[in-house]
């Protein structure tokens, strides 16, 4: 064969790889309109009958050289990637996405930015036991220059006879604690019918780590326009959390921190498994604001520090620790909380590390 002749059919397959180009983009839009259909009508995309009709026709029509298996193989990898591109477009439709919204969400709780670039922390106590106690507290916060104090007042703990928390009172406690030194609160809410009248004390609703699929709790707060701090649940896929938060901003409230607090894995020698490249992940995958909770990820006192810096140099936008006044006595984690000293220390360290690498 000569030179020219070569040329002449590999011009000729040039031209069929065009128009196949083009009939496969061509049909990658009746794709995706076809997942829109599927979107609105709930279908499942894969739908293994239609495949099947679809391998029959080809092995009816297929007059070679292809063999039927072959051209099967093809097939099937054009339907895998058209799958693919059905789920692409789902999700870059969710409200929380980056595709939806390239530039960064930033939350304000009255006054204070989380997400603006300026790395924040929130402290406070595990749980809300007495005004005392949040008060001590509320000023070791404040003299740190920290402007958001945490405390529990509905405790979502593991065993029905270990305390539950102070509720309305405790959010009480709180807000009158946190006033006293000008600080904006954080506070779990638990239950549905209990967001309307927490919005009276808290400056964000924090939706933990075991409510993370409670779709009424987040479609209730979604409802609000307060701040929501939402924890990943306990074995919740980044796809999963992603998801909540979409409940969340669905309901039209776009005020979210996201915060990654550890999930459950084989390893014991920490409480959870901190899963600190969530963080830039979820800043890829999503606008919102991203916090590291150091305290129930790692459960352990020793790691809080490596854990803030992990956090803080991967770039997230928030991080959470527990301070109590007497750790040891505390009514719930006091295997982690840090005293006073241990708090001076931490900030001592950990404020060098602020806003380094971004
Ligand atoms: C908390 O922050 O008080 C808490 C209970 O955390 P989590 O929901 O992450 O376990
Ligand atoms: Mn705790």
Redesign the pocket.
Known sequence: MSESQLDVLRGKIDKIDEELLILLNKRAKIVESIGKVKETQSTKRYDPVRERQLFDRIAQNNEGPFSTTALQQIFKQIFQVSLELQKDDNRSALLVSRKKKPEDTIVNINGIKVGDGKQQFVMGP??VESYDQVYQVAEQVKKHGIGLI?G?AF??RTSPYDFQGLGFEGLEILRNAADAFDLKVIS?IMTPSDVEKALDYVDVI??????MQNFDLLKEVGKTNKPVLL??G?AATIEEFIYAAEYIMSKGNDQIIL?E??IRTYEKATRNTLDITSVPILKKETHLPVAV?V???TGRRDLLLPAAKAALAIGADLV?A?VHPDPAVAL??SAQQMNFEQFDSFMKAINPCVNVFN
Do not use: F, Y
């Open positions: 595990c749980a945490r529990g405790k979502p779990e924090q939706v933990g780590a075991r409510n924890k990943r306990l915060c607090r550890g909770d305290v129930h990820s959470m527990e719930s984690d």
